[in-house]
T-cell receptor, first 109, second 113 residues
């Protein structure tokens, strides 16, 4: 059974600071996804990571994948209030994704 | 191009009532999924489909049934609703396994009294 663990589950940051969200998973997979969910809204795709060493960046967010360590990171650079949301990672086993519990991020002025 | 749509957006049921949630996608995607989201639990897979006429159980299938008679539609049924089924339900679709992200519908907020 594939297990996906995110940490931290809650993160309160000041604007301008950097931080990293971690996503660990229990079995071999080379397909990992990051999503963002705003309060009361649906999930929006952020990144698709399809191979070991993959790195994707958009704006202040950068995601990476280490399949040997079974670890993905979502790094936030110089956080701004607009990044406040819940972030989910999901790992594929064949065509069935398993989601982490999500990291609720609040960015304070 | 509407993407993934869900009907209804909100619903309140009494215990024992039945209902069907409709998910429709206009992207010609093969794979479709139904999830429930509860506070602090992430998304849990209820049922999924890998093509027209196929369905399979996910992590939490009890109390739900599904059908995919047409490629663009995936229906989720609750035969006899229970308060434990109070949740937000999301439908998602994807083009093919593994290489494509999932596209999510806007969600259905269901309350069972």
């Amino acid at each position: 059974e594939l297990k996906v663990e995110q940490n931290p589950l809650f993160l309160s940051m000041q604007e301008g600071k950097n931080y990293t969200i971690y996503c660990n998973y229990s079995t071999t997979s080379d397909r990992l996804y990051w999503y963002r969910q705003d309060p009361g809204k649906s999930l929006e795709s952020l990144f698709v990571l399809l191979s070991n060493g993959a790195v994707k960046q958009e704006g202040r967010l950068m995601a990476s994948l280490d399949t040997k360590a079974r670890l993905s990171t979502l790094h936030i650079t110089a956080a701004v209030h607009d990044l406040s949301a819940t972030y989910f990672c999901a790992v594929d086993m064949w065509y069935i994704p398993t989601f982490g519990r999500g990291t609720s991020l609040i960015v304070h002025p | 191009n509407a993407g993934v749509t869900q009907t209804p957006k909100f619903r309140v049921l009494k215990t024992g009532q039945s209902m069907t949630l409709l998910c429709a996608q206009d992207m010609n995607h093969e794979y479709m999924y139904w999830y429930r989201q509860d506070p602090g639990m992430g998304l849990r897979l209820i049922h999924y489909s890998v093509g027209e006429g196929t369905t399979a159980k996910g992590e939490v299938p009890d109390g739900y049934n599904v059908s995919r008679l047409k490629k663009q539609n995936f229906l989720l049924g609750l035969e006899s609703a229970a308060p434990s089924q109070t949740s937000v339900y999301f439908c998602a679709s994807r083009r093919e396994r593994g290489t494509d992200t999932q596209y999510f519908g806007p969600g259905t907020r269901l309350t069972v009294l």
